[in-house]
Structure formats: structure tokens, C-alpha cells
């Protein structure tokens, strides 16, 4: 079946650093790539997506970037914060259906002071 | 604002029981999904329903299955409760068409 793959699993990094996820995809019908960040006790919630028709999409300090051609897209968190420790999901809309999402494995932010 | 609320945040059952997790939306969104969250594993999808009674299997629906009598409530039944069902359950919902899925606050279920 189609898949996501996230990376790294952990991520820690200084605070103030830059941070990347990076997560590829197998459905080449994906059209759709948003990203949720999940506080410890708390549900997901979405912080940013990208659709396949733009490149790049920033919001003050995260940003994601799209490479339909490599099938990969990332996440990026400039000037890190406390409050950006997380685990942070990826996820691929399905071409199956374009109301299902295919997740990535997640990846747990830790911002050291 | 999207709301999204689960019956419980922590339930502890006894092997072989029935156990019902509902989920229930107020936004009049049309689909709505049953994950299971275990470390390493991220998000799992058990079933989705698009409509009222109609319902679809996920990647790992064997051991449940769910009911959608009313358009805002979605309910996940573990017919006959294991050990490996102990896991974090969250139901989502999204509009019909729409792609975003917001999630309820999540049940940690416990089967002894």
C-alpha cells in the first residue's frame, strides 16, 4: 500500500536552532500535505499544508517546502522555542480518496535550553 | 470553532469485554475517522465513514468495528476487549471534500 516516510524519529535540537522534518511520499496522486503538531496530552492539530500545485508556504516561523518531482516535502522551524517540544506528523493526502490521509510515524521535537 | 469530544479520556477494562468509545462532532462534518496512536507508529486508521450508516475499513480494522447512527456521532467497538488493543484512540472529523482533520482530545485505553 501507499505509504509515508518521516524522519529523523527524534530531533533535538538548540534553543534558538533551526529544526527539519523530512517526510516522503509514495502515492504520486498526493495532492495535499499537511502537518500537525501534537503537545504531550494533547490532540493533533494542524499547523501548516501545502498543496502540489505551490512549491514553499511559510508562516512566521515554519515553513514547508515541496519537491513533487523527488516525491519528498519538509518542515521547517526557524528560531526555536520551548513551546515548539513535540511530536510532529506529517501526512499525504490519499489518491484513493481525497478525504483520507496516509501519516507519517511522527517525530519527537526536544528544544534544550 | 471545531469541536470534537470523546466519552472518556481514560478507560481500564477487563479482557474479553465489550468496550464503546464514542465520538461525537458539532460542526456538521461529514466524514469522521477512529485512529489508534502507539509510539513509533503514528496514526493508524481503524475505520472512516463518509455519511450516516455508511462506514469503511481502514488498514487495521480486524478486532472492531463501528457504528454511525446520527451524522455527528461516531462510535468504535471492541467487540471483545484484548491486551495489544491498549492503545490511544482519537476519532477526527473533516468536512465532505475537505482534507483538514480536526481530532478529539484522545482515549487512553487500558485492557487488562
Known amino acids: 500500500g501507499e505509504n509515508v516516510e518521516q524522519h529523523p524519529s527524534t530531533l533535538s535540537v538548540q534553543e534558538g536552532d533551526s529544526a527539519v522534518i523530512k517526510c516522503t511520499y509514495s502515492?504520486?496522486?498526493?495532492?495535499?500535505f499537511p502537518w500537525y503538531k501534537q503537545e504531550l496530552g494533547k490532540r493533533p492539530q494542524l499547523i501548516i499544508d501545502?498543496?502540489?500545485n505551490v512549491g514553499e508556504k511559510k508562516d512566521q516561523r515554519i515553513a514547508v517546502t515541496l519537491n513533487k518531482t523527488a516525491k519528498h516535502f519538509s518542515l521547517h522551524i526557524t528560531e526555536t522555542q520551548p513551546e515548539d517540544s513535540a511530536v510532529y506528523f506529517c501526512?499525504?493526502?490519499?489518491?484513493?480518496?481525497?478525504?483520507?490521509?496516509?501519516w507519517g510515524a511522527g517525530t519527537k521535537l526536544i528544544i534544550k535550553p | 470553532d471545531v469541536k470534537v469530544t470523546q466519552s472518556s479520556r481514560y478507560l481500564v477494562k477487563r479482557t474479553g469485554e465489550k468496550v464503546f468509545l464514542e465520538c461525537v462532532q458539532d460542526?456538521?462534518?461529514?466524514?469522521m475517522f477512529w485512529y489508534r496512536q502507539d509510539p513509533g507508529l503514528g496514526l493508524r486508521l481503524i475505520y472512516f465513514?463518509?455519511?450516516?450508516?455508511?462506514?469503511e475499513k481502514g488498514d487495521i480494522p480486524e478486532g472492531y468495528s463501528v457504528s454511525r447512527e446520527k451524522k455527528e456521532r461516531f462510535s468504535l467497538i471492541l467487540e471483545s476487549a484484548s491486551t495489544n488493543q491498549t492503545s490511544m484512540y482519537l476519532c477526527?472529523?473533516?468536512?465532505?471534500?475537505?482534507?483538514?482533520?480536526?481530532f478529539g482530545p484522545g482515549t487512553r485505553l487500558l485492557v487488562l
Open positions: 502515492d504520486s496522486a498526493s495532492n495535499y
Open positions: 501545502i498543496r502540489s
Open positions: 460542526m456538521d462534518h461529514e466524514n
Open positions: 477526527a472529523s473533516s468536512l465532505l471534500g475537505g482534507e483538514t482533520q480536526y
Open positions: 501526512a499525504a493526502s490519499s489518491g484513493d480518496s481525497n478525504y483520507q490521509l496516509i
Open positions: 465513514s463518509y455519511d450516516v450508516k455508511m462506514k
